[in-house]
T-cell receptor
Framework: DQQVKQNSPSLSVQEGRISILNCDYT??????FLWYKKYPAEGPTFLISISSIKDKNEDGRFTVFLNKSAKHLSLHIVPSQPGDSAVYFC????????????FGQGTRLTINP | DTEVTQTPKHLVMGMTNKKSLKCEQH?????MYWYKQKAKKPPELMFV???????INESVPSRFSPECPNSSLLNLHLHALQPEDSALYLC????????????FGQGTRLTVV
C-alpha cells in the first residue's frame, strides 16, 4: 500500500518557467510534509517542509502548497533553472512516528534551456 | 558543518563476507537513520537511533546489524548478504524526535556478488 504517491514519473519544463510537482497521500495521520531533491550518485537534499497547520510555505524560488481536504501537496519552483534538473521526492510523517519518513516514488524534473 | 559523511562510497562483497558501513555527523543531531534505496524506488527506512538507542527497526533481516557507538557515529554491519540486498544505503541524521528534517549522506553503493 503506497501511502505517498507521485503520479508523474517525469516532468519537462522550459528554463525560466514554473515547475509544478505534485504529491498525494492516503494516510490522514500524516501531518508533516517535506520535499527532497536528489542528484545521481548523491543522497537526497532537503528543500522545504510544511506542517499541516499551514497551507503554504515559501523559501526563495520554492513554495509548497498543502490541501489537507484533498490530501494533496505541490511544490512550485519559479523561475526554473537548469540546476533544478534532478529527481524530487515528496515525504510525509506523523506525530506518532515523527522520525519515520515515508517517501513517494519521485519525479524526474528536466529543465530545458 | 552540515554534512553527513558515509564510507565507503562503493562496496562489493561476496555472500560470505562480513563488512561494515560507516556514517558520521557533527551537527549535534541526536537521531540517526539507515535507509535503503533500490534503483528507481524511493528510500525505505531500515533503522532509527534516537539518543543512541535503537528506536525503530522496520523488520529488517538480522543479516543487517546496526550499531551506534556514540551520538556522532552510526554503523551498519553486514553479514551473509544476498544479491538482492544490492542497493544504495543512505545514512541520515536529524535534530531529534519531532518534525525536523533529515540530512542525508551521499550513500554507499553496495553490490553483493
Amino acid at each position: 500500500d503506497q501511502q505517498v504517491k507521485q503520479n508523474s514519473p517525469s516532468l519537462s519544463v522550459q528554463e525560466g518557467r514554473i515547475s509544478i510537482l505534485n504529491c498525494d497521500y492516503t494516510n490522514s495521520m500524516f501531518d508533516y510534509f517535506l520535499w527532497y531533491k536528489k542528484y545521481p550518485a548523491e543522497g537526497p537534499t532537503f528543500l522545504i517542509s510544511i506542517s499541516s497547520i499551514k497551507d503554504k510555505n515559501e523559501d526563495g524560488r520554492f513554495t509548497v502548497f498543502l490541501n489537507k481536504s484533498a490530501k494533496h501537496l505541490s511544490l512550485h519552483i519559479v523561475p526554473s533553472q537548469p540546476g533544478d534538473s534532478a529527481v524530487y521526492f515528496c515525504a510525509a510523517s506523523n506525530i506518532q512516528g515523527a522520525q519515520k519518513l515515508v517517501f513517494g516514488q519521485g519525479t524526474r524534473l528536466t529543465i530545458n534551456p | 558543518d552540515t554534512e553527513v559523511t558515509q564510507t565507503p562510497k562503493h562496496l562489493v562483497m561476496g555472500m560470505t563476507n562480513k563488512k561494515s558501513l560507516k556514517c558520521e555527523q557533527h551537527m549535534g543531531h541526536r537521531a540517526m537513520y539507515w535507509y535503503k534505496q533500490k534503483a528507481k524506488k524511493p528510500p525505505e527506512l531500515m533503522f532509527v537511533y534516537s539518543y543512541e538507542k535503537l528506536s525503530i527497526n522496520e523488520s529488517v533481516p538480522s543479516r543487517f546489524s546496526p550499531e551506534c557507538p556514540n551520538s556522532s557515529l552510526l554503523n551498519l554491519h553486514l553479514h551473509a548478504l544476498q544479491p538482492e540486498d544490492s542497493a544504495l544505503y543512505l545514512c541520515a541524521s536529524s535534530q531529534g524526535a519531532g518534525y525536523t528534517e533529515a540530512f542525508f549522506g551521499q550513500g554507499t553503493r553496495l553490490t553483493v556478488v
